[in-house]
Structures are given as structure tokens and as C-alpha cells.
């Protein structure tokens, strides 16, 4: 054999071995010849859209990677949300590339379900719509969602061309009593939006505004206007309640309370308050009024009825009369539908005897959500399916077998034969499984169409994706059930443009284009319009309501409050809600029952213990969880899971608390109860482990999440001069000012022209989350499922850490953790084989072709932040069109962590080269700190003198985690503020 035929022998045999090394050979290579105009192999394209995971309809720009849309991050012109997201935003991808997400029409046999073409559904649905209209008026019927105005007119339209009424508008969380309360008050059933930024001191009675009433992105950024610390102090915030949600635990203080007897709390409030004007001028008539009603709610009655003490009561009262703009809040959606009504309406005199003009509430500008219709008129719609003998039911992207507590009576009524049922939606859940037909539509980010989030504000949607599927627009469905000659335009498209151009002073192409590219169009000044005048024979129907609330007694109340990670339940198939802690309990994937100490150790209830609960609708089991944030008789089930029939990762996960409450409504305001009376509490025999990635409630006095009283900001620690113990330790920043000859045995690193940080503001972080879901997002980072977390094997980068004060548990701090980026890192110097490697610009880097999977980085890291893979984590298609293709999807046995998004980094380093400068501060945003409501997240170079961290660092308040330990982290935190109130 010559050396030429020895060469060739082995040359072919280290390509087949490299080859074999594959974990899965490409059998195709792509062309982008017919790539669309704007699309650059390579480059990400931005298209600007509206978020509809609930009906604040947050602006979105869609980042596309040749045809797929890859990350969502919110849009900074539209006026919600201004550039920020929150969890359920964040995770609207799933949905798009949902793996049981229906790609064909589904008719249902007598064998089960049958896929059909599209276009042999628009002609089934268009017989079915002219049968019904043979057989007369009004046997039609329509059930839809929250949609915009160009929507729900061409809704009406086909309605009224049927001869039926208007479609009926069904939100599980639809503030009725709110509503009724301005309708009384103010004349108008409305949803005004607050100027929350402006007030000096919130008192609540469990609004959740920072996690899903109204506009929970939008008032979370108000709040931190408020709230957050600034060298001028910072405002006050109160909420009694007999559950401490999240909102909760970001109050200065909370006061718990006897379910129900909010009402109470508020008038012996505005007794107080009228007894001291504080040189206010409260209008005669409605002294007069007033006086009236709260004769009989004295500070000591009113303890007796809600176990608020006179003391906190008259402490709470002081706050509102020395505010100079006080805001008062009525109740949250966890509250029964008699004590719900009475709450908003003695909320609401409160306000005004505070400041008849009532300046904080902005009534040109109101939320859409306030077009739902009332509880008891979507009970009406399906009681009207069969006494109006109805033939044809079309439903809109809702699913009220598992939103309504008696579920089994309307899936019954739409499962009858004699009528055709109708389901729009993308998935097979507990409602479109009792449909006659399924039909598949566009989602938000694939449709032309127009949202009213407000009505100040004229959101736009548009196709963001190449399409993976032919699911047509519902508009244009809807438009081709009408005759020729009446449709109002020739397809939905040419329909949402007329729309958006009619109140365009030159309605041009150009004009178009400006207001889709930039996601809508929002007014440039304020809204500004007077509050309506009162009118005070709400005083009668007020009275009315506390003379019907039940007396007070010590039984067991059931509360269901909405979850800040699925809504009314509509989120409960996106794994990453799933897989991300609830930020109250640390508990992902699982429903606990949560329980008040005192009640679980009267009972002999542990955590994890299965209990049983009963009430006269229905019973449910499910494991405890202990938490101090509860009157001592009320039980706490969050809503959102538990359902029968809604994908792989919701079915059978958790349990539905709905299925424990009464159907009826309250006879004012149509409100449902979402509170009950139980009837037993019983422990099970059986114990469940919790999930729960939290390895304890408190920091157990180590130097984690430290606060700091107002009045001592800038003060030295009590313990004197600086030193090495816990409680003398100094900030050491990771540049070469940290480092002291004295502490240290090595010398700085030498950094070249950037020292990349972060600053976290504690006292701004509300622990919603957010941050966490972007991770998810940007970082391709694997679902690992309940079991695997229970075993300790959670891959999250970031972390809301959530730590109780131990001589308050009602009082929480909520801590973001990712990889602290060290300068002296303790995994560096651990690793065999140099996987952790520290950049020439201070990240820590795991560079995953190195990692051998030691596991000894994980353990030598004091922050517990570094993840191992033990498994291929899997993306069913077409979820895997979702990952980014700027980073790496890790493979089994690799270690991986926060690599502060170091793809962004590059991308800046690229920007600024071809531009010949040097990066701007500001130009690197991190998903984490870009989707932050609040602004908690700051990110540069400390190499920059001018830069925010550098000048934020300076800040009195700044500390390091643990940093006593000498690791010099380059995560820098703020104490989180606290006021005696």
C-alpha cells in the first residue's frame, strides 16, 4: 500500500467517525432565494404587536429569525406597558408553538374526532348559520372573549344579520362589582384607570394590581413611581385583607382580616376620617350621606366584625389624613360577590370624602375589559341555549366548562344534540370538547386586527411569523357568513386598515404603515376629563348592602383568588408558568392548599399533607402548604389549574377551586363569589412531597436579603469600622478597587475595556417573575417537570428568592438570584478541566465544550446557581421553533448558568465595531432586566465612570449577597427600604 492510498483510507474513516459523532445528521441544506425582502439570514427583524394572554392588551415587539418569531419583549412606545412584560406575556409563545395546539379543524362522530380540510369547515359552519336563520330569530348565539371594537362590531353584524342579540362578552374576571359601583356612583358602568404614580398613600382591600387586576404590568410600574425609595422618602402602601397575595406582601404594611368584613374596615375609616378633615372640605350632602351610614361602625365594632384592631384601624385612618393624594383601592377577585359589591362602593365614598374631585381616577381613560358583561348575564346565555331553542352556538376563544363553578351543568347543555356547537379556539380543552366543531384560527401573533387596550389607545396586531399552519383569521370567517353586498369590507385585513385609518386626520398608505410599525396609535398628551358628579342615593343602595352582609362567626372560608401565572386558568398549558414558582409559596407545578399555622397545627396538618375540602358545590384534595399570610380561618386555593382536558402539561396538574363555589350571582351587580363557606376541612392519610425550590423561609440571619429602615439610609452599621466578619464585611466591587492587600491574596483581574454588572434594586422588586419567564425565553433553557424538581434537578438561571422576616413572617423580601458573575468566582478555580472561565471582560463563561460534568463548580459555588443537565431536556415540534439561535441548547452532563446574556453582548461588540465606538451604557439590556415592570435590573460596565451601575453603586444601600465570603460578586444589590406606617 503507497502512502497516497493509506492517506485516503484514513482520511475517509475520520470523516465517518466524525460523522457518527453526530447526535443527528442533516439530510437538507436551505436557501434563502426566496427569502422575503426584509429578511436577512442572521439578522432578527422586529414587528410590533399586541399581547392578548388578558385583556390589558400590552404592546409587543416580536423578534423573527427567518420566518419565527423567537422572543417577545414589550413594546416602550405603547403607553401599558411601556417596554415591559409580565410572566403570562412573556410566555404567549407557547401558545403560538404549543405541540397540542390543533393544526386542522376537528368535527366530532360518533367515533370520536375527525380532522377535516379548512375549506369544508366554512362551508359546514356557513349551512349550519343558514339553517338556524330558516328556522327564525334569535337561534343564534355567541360567546367570545374580550376583543377589540372592529371585531366585536363585525361580531354584532353577523348577530343582528341572524336576528339574534349581540354576542355575549365572557371574562372570568369581568369586576362587576367595580363596576356597578361606579354605575351607581358615577352614573356609567366604567373601568377608569388610575393615576396610582401619583399618590402619596395606597390603602387596598385586596386589589391584586401587581398581578392580574385590570392592568397589572402598567399599575406595577405606577406602584414603584410611588413606592420605590428616592432621596425624597418614598410613598406608603397598606392593604387589609384576610390573603396576603404578592400585592400584599409588597405593602408596607398588611392587616389581615375576617373574610368579608372589608366593608366594615372602610366605613369605620370614614367615620375617622370625617371626624378629621385635616382642612379638607368634604361637600355638606355628602357629610350628611355619609354620617348616615357609618353611625354604627366605631373602632370598637368594627374590630368585633373584622378582628382589625382599633389601634391599627385608627393608624391606617391617620395615613389618609395626612396624605396630601390619597388613593383607596376596593377589593380583589378572591371575595364573595354581596361583600365584593359593598366593598367598591364604601371604597369609593371613602375616595370621595377624601377629594371630591377625585383626581387620581383618569375617567377619559378606561380599560377595555369593562365591555365584559356581567356573571349573571353569561348564566343567562346558556339557561337562553335551551329555552330559546337555539340551533347554532359559535364560541370565541373561551372556555367557561372550567371557568364557571357549575361547569358540569354548561358542559351538559352545550353537549345536547339538538343544537351545533361551534368552539374557535387552538386547543382541546374542557369547553371544546363538548363542541360539534372545532376551528383552528390565527393567534395574535399571526392575524391582522386591531385592540382597543384602552380607550385612549388604538392598539394594531399583525402576522410577526411565517405561518405553520393554514388556520385562517376568525374576522374572515365571520365576514363570509354574511351575503356579498353586506360585508363590510372584502377580507378582515382591508376591514382592520379602514378601522385604524377612520380617525387619521390623511388616512394615507404612509399613515398605515406609521401607525402598524409602531404598534398602534397613542395619544401624545394626557387624558384629561372631569370626574361626574356623585350622585349620593348610592348612599341608600350602600346601606343596603351592609345591612345584607352575614354576621360575623369563626367558620372556615374558602378564598379562590386568580394566579399571577395563569390568570383565570387560560395559561395553565405554558410550561414555563408551570415550571416557574409560584413567588409566595416557591411551589411550581403543584395546587397547595394554603393553610394558617395556627389552623394546620390545631388540625395536625404538616406541609404536603393531603387534605380534603368540602363545601355544599362540590370537594376537592389537595397538600397543604402552612402560610402565615391568612386570618387564621381562611383557606386559600389559587385558581388556574386543575384541568380535565387542556394538553399534555395541564391535564390532571393541580386542582380547580371553582368546582367548590356556588353558581349564583349577587343580585346588584350580576358579581360572581369567588369565597365560600366550607363545610369541613379534613386531613387525609395520604402525604404528598411538595415541589418547593426554596430551601428555607428565612435568610437564617445570614447576609442575603438584608433591609434598612428609612431613617438609617447612610448610616453605618452599628458594628463600627470595617473588618472580616459577616457584620463588618465591605462592599468589594469586581474591579481592582475591591481588592486589599490586607483581604487578599492575588491581584485583580485585568479587565479590557469593559467590567460588565448588575445593579438590583431589592426595594423595587415586586416578585412577579417576569424576569424568570424571559430567561426561559432567551436562554433555550429545558422544562424538567414536577418529579425532577422535587429531586432538587430545577434548571431556572434566575430565581425569585423569597425571604420572610422571622420577626414578622407577614413581611417578605423577594430576591432575584442568577450567577453572581464573581471576580474571585470559586468555581474557577475548582474545574479540571478550565469550563468556568473568567472573560477578558469580567463573565463568569461556562463553555459547555469543555464541561466534563464533574459537578464540582456546582458544588464550590455558595450561591447555588450553576445547573447541571441530567438529562436531553426535549421540545416537542413545533416548540422547538421557539429556541434562539444565538445560544446553545446544552446536552446531558453539561453545566450551565446566567451567561448574563452574552449573546446580546456580542451583538453590541458587533454594532459598535462596524460603527468604530465603543458601547453605549444602556446599549446591552438583558432579557431579564428589559422585561423588568418595574426597572429593578440595571445593567453596564463599571468600567464606564459615567455609567448607571457606576453611580448606582455609590448608593448607600449597596451590598453583595454573602459577601463576606470575599467572591466579589459582580451582581451589586439595594437593600430594600423599609417605613413604620
Known sequence: MNRRTFLKITSMGSVAFAAGCSAKTEDNLFTMVQATEDMVTGRANWYASTCRECPAGCGVLAKNREGRVIKLEGNPLHPVNRGALCIRGQAALQGVYHPDRLTLPQLKTKDGWESLPYYKTAGLVAKHFRAAIDK?????????????????????????????????????????????????????????????????????????????????????????????????????????????????????????????????????????????????????????????????????????????????????????????????????????????????????????????????????????????????????????????????????????????????????????????????????????????????????????????????????????????????????????????????AENYQTLVTRTVLADEAKPTTAAWLKTVQQGGRFADTASAANAPKPNLKAAATLKRCLADLPAPDNTLTLLAPPSIRFFDGRGANRPWLIETPDPLTQIPWQTPVLIHPETMAAGGIKDGDRVTLKTDAGTIEAPAYGYAGLYPQAIVVPTGQGHTGFGRWASGQGVNPLALLDATTDPDAGAPAFATVLSSLEKGRQHDQLAITSGSRTALHRKIAPTVAMDEIGHRDAHGEPGLTMDT????????????????????????????AMIVDVDRCIGCSACVAACYAENNIGIVGEQRIIEGREMAWLQIQRYHDPADMAHMTFLPMMCQHCDNAPCEAVCPVYAPHHSKEGLNNQIYNRCIGTRFCAQNCPYKVRRFNWFDWKWPEPLNMQLNPWVTVRSKGVMEKCSFCVQRIKRAHNAAKNEKRAIRDGEVVPACAQTCPTGALTFGSLMDPDSRVSRMIKDPRAYQVMGYLNTKPAVIYLKKVVQEV
Open 136 to 488: 327564525g330569530d334569535g337561534r343564534v348565539a355567541m360567546l367570545t372573549e374580550t376583543v377589540g371594537r372592529t371585531q366585536l362590531d363585525l361580531f354584532a353584524t353577523v348577530m343582528q344579520h341572524a336576528g339574534s342579540a349581540a354576542p355575549v362578552v365572557f371574562e372570568p374576571l369581568a369586576y362587576e362589582a367595580l363596576k356597578f359601583a361606579h354605575a351607581e356612583l358615577c352614573g356609567a358602568p366604567i373601568l377608569p384607570s388610575l393615576h396610582l404614580d401619583q399618590a402619596d398613600v395606597l390603602v387596598g382591600f385586596g386589589a391584586d394590581f401587581l398581578e392580574t387586576w385590570l392592568s397589572p404590568v402598567e399599575y406595577a410600574r405606577k406602584f414603584k413611581a410611588m413606592h420605590g425609595y428616592k432621596k425624597d422618602g418614598k410613598g406608603r402602601f397598606l392593604q387589609v385583607s384576610p390573603f396576603q397575595s404578592l400585592t400584599g406582601a409588597n405593602a408596607d404594611r398588611w392587616i389581615d382580616c375576617r373574610p368579608g368584613s372589608e366593608p366594615a374596615v372602610i366605613m369605620g375609616l370614614i367615620q375617622i376620617v370625617m371626624g378629621d378633615a385635616n382642612g379638607r372640605r368634604i361637600d355638606g350632602k355628602l357629610l350628611s350621606a355619609l354620617a348616615d351610614l357609618t353611625g354604627d361602625h366605631t373602632p370598637e365594632t368594627v374590630a368585633k366584625i373584622s378582628g382589625v384592631s382599633p389601634k391599627d384601624l385608627t393608624a391606617i385612618a391617620r395615613q389618609l389624613i395626612a396624605a396630601r393624594r390619597p388613593l383607596v383601592l376596593g377589593a380583589g377577585a378572591a371575595s364573595s360577590g354581596k361583600a365584593a359589591v359593598a366593598t367598591e362602593l364604601a371604597a369609593l365614598f371613602l375616595n370621595l370624602a377624601l377629594d371630591p374631585a377625585l383626581p387620581l381616577f383618569d375617567f377619559a381613560n378606561r380599560h377595555r375589559v369593562e365591555i365584559a358583561d356581567r356573571r349573571a348575564a353569561v348564566n343567562d346565555f346558556f339557561d337562553g341555549l335551551q329555552k330559546n331553542d337555539v340551533k347554532l352556538v359559535l364560541l370565541n376563544n373561551v372556555n367557561p366548562v372550567f371557568a364557571l363553578p357549575d361547569g358540569g351543568r354548561i358542559a351538559k347543555i352545550l353537549g345536547e344534540r339538538k343544537r351545533f356547537v361551534v368552539a374557535f379556539d387552538n386547543f382541546l380543552n374542557e369547553t371544546t370538547a363538548q363542541a360539534d366543531l372545532i376551528i383552528p384560527v390565527q393567534m395574535a401573533l399571526e392575524t391582522w386586527d386591531a385592540y382597543e387596550s384602552n380607550t385612549a389607545s388604538l392598539a394594531t396586531l399583525q402576522p410577526a411569523m411565517g405561518r405553520i399552519n393554514r388556520a385562517p383569521a376568525i374576522g374572515d370567517l365571520f365576514l363570509d357568513l354574511l351575503p356579498a353586498e353586506k360585508r363590510p
Open 729 to 756: 464585611f465591605p462592599l468589594t466591587p469586581p474591579t481592582p478597587e475591591g481588592y486589599d492587600p490586607k483581604r487578599d491574596i492575588y491581584p485583580p483581574h485585568d479587565h479590557a475595556g469593559y467590567r460588565w
